[in-house]
């Protein structure tokens, strides 16, 4: 017992040692004219004028030896944007709080980005020295954090090496030193160094996670990772890197199972809950990922630290109780989503909007959207984008023409608005207006490949200028590859160019990978040009399940003459 005893009194005592120490004051009586001459240099900083503010405190600072009042000049000559006064403050602060630990930190900083390394050398190779053994791995640390600031990387990494040689024997040291090299982009060493931090300490969660960061190889990184967890099973930030890593690698199945291990070893944690929702979600496991986004909600609901808005969950939960045709019990998910988080409470408005009118009540839905007080522009045409949906789908196209028109008047740097409108001109059988408004979107933003596929597929669906239609969709299949209704718009261009093999290859991988009643209804015309109608029938009649009142099924039996 006596000597448990000593050894906690021992580690208290490190850090408390380690701990800020208050500056020492003096002895200054604050007598009238010290407190006139500080009222005034206030006032003065105030009313804008920082410099004779700023001249007044640093004199008093001098006169009285007072430490606080050489912050408080420093403070000025910050929020004045004056690098030079406010070093030269936190240097007089320095000399009169010499143990003062934010003085010191003030200074490293303003040192480090003027990349004056010289006197921060000498700083660190103090505080290292005097810092008791358990606290200097977190001295490190802090100097890794300025080191890194500096602009001349390379000198960063010189007086790291420099001030860490005496403690070579520490694993913190090395992980520094691979982090200073790394920004450095001397890779080799970067690599060296992590390996010999692993090497003394082969239980380190950081060692491991800092080897896998200077690697820069995200397939090594990955088996790193597994042959850590395999030794080191509750290693819990590594078998979240390696989760990460998978998920980033599209490796789904493997991810899900990195987060399920998690969760079994920590079952309210809401960052877990949360991914294996999403993991459930693309695995196209709808109820286990509604399992999880409610356990998310639950443990949400019941904290009262940390993270406490269930928002993100509650948003997702409507959406899955929507896609299964609950639209009470999407409604009911969205009326809980908090205002805190102004993006989420605008989303489940417009949602509540959308989910209304779906249930057949039009008008009220649109009330709901007029009732949303938008003030930012983006916002406003975001409510007018949900409103022309709205009457789209209701099949009220001319309205919803004339009212994205009005819309992009008054919001003409809304690509997205843009693109609405563009798709509701083609319906209403304006192209021109359609491609103008295309053109400015691509202009916009060069990288919107919707833009790109919804030009080239209304130029192919009309039978013109089908070279380039094909270099269009060709475009938008470059920036999203494998992106199942641009390989459909593929699909249909070289159907309409009379390629029926090449059309028919697209269209069945676009279908594998979404089995929607568009794509069934374009692959089902192609098979039909072959003389494959059979096949052709079974396919549209696939499409009539999923989608009764599909316009392009319709439309297509209408024009080939035959009927299901």
């Given at each position: 017992m006596a000597s448990g005893a000593g050894e906690g009194k021992a580690g208290a005592d490190s850090?408390?040692?380690?701990?800020?120490?208050?500056?020492?004051?003096?002895?200054?009586?604050?007598?009238s004219d010290l407190f006139y001459k500080l009222t005034k240099a206030e006032l003065d900083f105030k009313s804008g004028q920082w410099q004779s503010a700023y001249v007044s405190m640093m004199v008093l600072a001098q006169q009285t030896r007072?430490?606080?009042?050489?912050?408080?000049?420093?403070?000025?000559?910050?929020?004045?944007?004056?690098?030079?006064?406010?070093?030269?403050?936190?240097?007089?602060?320095?000399?009169?709080?010499?143990?003062?630990?934010?003085?010191?930190?003030?200074?490293?900083?303003?040192?480090?980005?003027?990349?004056?390394?010289?006197?921060?050398?000498?700083?660190?190779?103090?505080?290292?020295?005097?810092?008791?053994?358990?606290a200097r791995g977190l001295v490190m640390f802090q100097m890794q954090q300025y080191l890194l600031r500096a602009k001349d990387k390379t000198?960063?990494?010189?007086?790291?090496?420099?001030?860490?040689?005496p403690y070579a024997d520490m694993m913190e040291s090395h992980l520094v030193l691979a982090q200073g090299a790394y920004a450095a982009e001397d890779r080799e060493r970067a690599m060296r160094e992590a390996k010999r931090a692993l090497e003394l300490k082969p239980t380190s969660e950081l060692a491991a996670l800092t080897m896998a960061q200077v690697m820069g190889d995200a397939d090594a990184a990955g088996q790193l990772f597994a042959s850590f967890l395999k030794a080191n099973p509750q290693a819990r930030e590594v078998r979240a890197a390696y989760a990460r890593l998978l998920v980033e690698q599209k490796r789904y199945d493997q991810a899900r199972a990195q987060f399920q291990a998690m969760l079994k070893d920590q079952p309210d944690n809401p960052g877990t809950l949360y991914a294996l929702g999403i993991m459930s979600l693309q695995a196209g496991d709808p109820a286990a990922a509604e399992a999880h986004f409610r356990r998310f909600v639950e443990v949400l609901e019941a904290s009262t630290e940390g993270e406490r808005d269930p928002s993100k969950g509650l948003?997702?939960?409507?959406?899955?109780?929507?896609?299964?045709?609950?639209?009470?019990?999407a409604l009911a998910w969205l009326d809980k989503v908090s205002s805190d988080d102004e993006r989420l409470y605008l989303t489940s408005r417009l949602k509540r909007a959308y989910l209304t009118a779906k249930k057949g009540d039009l008008e009220r839905a649109r009330t709901m959207l007029r009732e949303i007080a938008a003030v930012d522009p983006a916002e406003q045409a975001e409510v007018a984008q949900t409103e022309g949906q709205l009457l789209r789908d209701a099949g009220r196209g001319e309205e919803a023409y004339q009212l994205l028109a009005d819309a992009v008047q008054r919001f003409p740097e809304s690509p997205d608005l843009l693109y609405d409108f563009a798709l509701a001109a083609e319906k209403q059988g304006k192209p021109d207006e359609m491609e103008t408004a295309l053109r400015k979107v691509m202009a916009?933003?060069?990288?919107?490949?919707?833009?790109?596929?919804?030009?080239?597929?209304?130029?192919?669906?009309?039978?013109?200028?089908?070279?380039?239609?094909?270099?269009?969709?060709?475009?938008?299949?470059?920036?999203?590859?494998?992106?199942?209704?641009?390989?459909?718009?593929?699909?249909?261009?070289?159907?309409?160019?009379?390629?029926?093999?090449?059309?028919?290859?697209?269209?069945?991988?676009?279908?594998?990978?979404?089995?929607?009643?568009?794509?069934?209804?374009?692959?089902?015309?192609?098979?039909?040009?072959?003389?494959?109608?059979?096949?052709?029938?079974?396919l549209w009649r696939e499409a009539r399940t999923k989608d009764p009142k599909n316009d392009a099924l319709r439309d297509t039996l209408a024009r080939l003459n035959t009927s299901l």
């Open positions: 850090i408390a040692a380690a701990l800020p120490k208050e500056d020492k004051l003096p002895a200054v009586e604050l007598t007072d430490p606080r009042l050489a912050r408080r000049s420093a403070e000025m000559a910050l929020a004045a944007k004056q690098g030079n006064e406010a070093l030269a403050a936190i240097r007089l602060w320095r000399e009169l709080a010499p143990e003062s630990d934010e003085a010191v930190q003030y200074f490293l900083g303003f040192a480090v980005l003027g990349d004056d390394l010289t006197e921060s050398e000498a700083i660190f190779v103090q505080r290292l020295g005097a810092a008791p053994v358990p000198a960063a990494l010189a007086l790291m090496d420099r001030v860490l040689k948003v997702l939960l409507a959406q899955i109780a929507e896609e299964r045709g609950d639209f009470d019990g916009a933003v060069p990288e919107n490949h919707h833009a790109y596929n919804a030009l080239g597929y209304s130029l192919a669906d009309r039978g013109v200028r089908l070279d380039e239609a094909q270099a269009l969709i060709g475009k938008a299949l470059q920036m999203a590859p494998g992106d199942p209704y641009i390989m459909d718009s593929m699909g249909w261009v070289q159907f309409r160019q009379g390629k029926l093999k090449e059309a028919e290859t697209i269209l069945r991988q676009a279908y594998a990978l979404r089995s929607d009643a568009e794509i069934a209804v374009h692959l089902g015309e192609v098979l039909w040009q072959q003389g494959r109608r059979d096949e052709a029938q079974k």
